[in-house]
């Protein structure tokens, strides 16, 4: 229960920033989406099951507070969290080149869900605008800030697990 705290806590600090100073430096608009990089990053360290229910739950997270529609970025999030915690036991826990590679494909992939989900809600959607203005800086944000993000969860579950 207190390792849970522990996620929990950690995922709301990472949600108060995204949500309080990175919209400063936002671009059009587009800043990075932590949450994503978390899962991700949850996902690699500890498998399928828990990255599934972290995608789940900053997905959730994110939805409560943005008041989007309901279910698109836990939906998102958890497939991500469930596809990377695959490769747990497929990789080097200590290399980070590979967590943070794929938090680019799991970006494009997470974007491409959400336009795919709003094409088929009705929405006009521009490919080559929004592959301009919005993908691509997004990218760009989240390979900046994949590997710190990447660092401190890893750091952090190597603390836990000392502790146990």
Not at 35 to 58: E, H, K
Not at 91 to 102: A, C, G, I, R
Request: charged content about 10%.
């Amino acid at each position: 229960m207190r390792e849970f705290g522990i996620w929990a806590a950690f995922a709301a600090g990472l949600y108060v920033l995204q949500t309080s100073l990175l919209p400063i430096i936002a671009y059009h608009g587009v800043s990075p989406n932590l949450m994503l990089l978390l899962t991700v990053s949850f996902a690699f360290l500890r498998g399928t099951r828990q990255g599934g229910l972290m995608g789940f739950l900053t997905g959730l997270m994110q939805e409560l507070s943005t008041g989007t529609f309901f279910g698109l970025c836990s939906f998102s999030q958890t497939l991500l969290g469930l596809f990377c915690g695959r490769f747990a036991n497929r990789v080097f826990k200590e290399q980070f080149s590979l967590p943070v590679l794929t938090s680019l494909g799991a970006t494009a992939f997470n974007y491409f869900i959400l336009a795919l989900l709003m094409v088929l809600l009705g929405y006009r959607f521009n490919l080559v605008g929004q592959l301009q203005f919005t993908l691509l800086p997004m990218l760009v944000y989240q390979l900046a800030c994949a590997y710190p993000v990447h660092r401190v969860t890893y750091v952090l579950e190597q603390r836990l697990r000392e502790k146990k």
